[in-house]
């Protein structure tokens, strides 16, 4: 005689028929996801335990096998990057943007232990920058009107030129016309791009 029965497996939860009244699970499956779920935390501590004892070999055996499959493994890689360019700079741009927001304080400390550690370095990177600039401010351009810019930008905003005057294809001029505010993170990702 059969009757019918509902899955013990929460996700499942079908009813089906069965002619064992021991039966409990519609089908192996259902079963070996129910033990699993049930016992996660075991089993990841089991795998952990694994890893740390048998650390050495599996690190060894990584690097043997990416010794012997190196050119395989770079075609793979590039191939990969080629197909998902636009989801991998995605991705680092978010977990860079995650680190920065978690690690504030530390990145602040880091960025003023540079500063103090490089101070030639800084003074050169800005004299070069101030150089560039003069290159760029042409005879015509207001320097009234660019002063002002500057003097006027909201609290929380910089002054970014639309055009970069270092851009890697088209190369701006430091005049007004070429001056906008944006915060700080819009342009650090800006960076010497010309988005328009």
Request: charged share 35%; hydrophobic share 25%; glycine share 2%.
């Amino acid at each position: 005689m059969t009757s019918i029965k509902k899955c013990k497996y929460n996700k499942c939860q079908k009813n089906f028929t069965f002619k064992h009244p021991s039966k409990i699970y519609c089908s192996r499956v259902c079963n070996t996801k129910d033990w699993y779920e049930n016992n996660f935390e075991y089993i990841s501590k089991l795998k952990k335990e694994y890893k740390e004892k048998n650390k050495n070999f599996w690190k060894k055996y990584h690097s043997e096998y990416f010794q012997k499959n190196k050119e395989k493994i770079s075609i793979q890689m590039k191939e990969y990057y080629e197909q998902n360019k636009e989801k991998i700079k995605f991705k680092n741009r978010m977990y860079t943007k995650i680190y920065h927001q978690l690690n504030k304080e530390k990145r602040n400390a880091q960025i003023e232990e540079w500063r103090l550690n490089n101070l030639e370095l800084r003074r050169l990177y800005e004299s070069n920058r101030r150089a560039k600039k003069l290159k760029a401010t042409p005879k015509w351009a207001d320097m009234e009107k660019i002063k002002n810019i500057y003097l006027n930008c909201p609290k929380g905003f910089e002054v970014d030129h639309i055009i970069p005057l270092q851009g890697k294809t088209v190369s701006g001029l430091h005049v007004e016309n070429n001056l906008q505010y944006l915060t700080k993170s819009e342009n650090c990702s800006k960076g010497n791009k010309v988005i328009l």
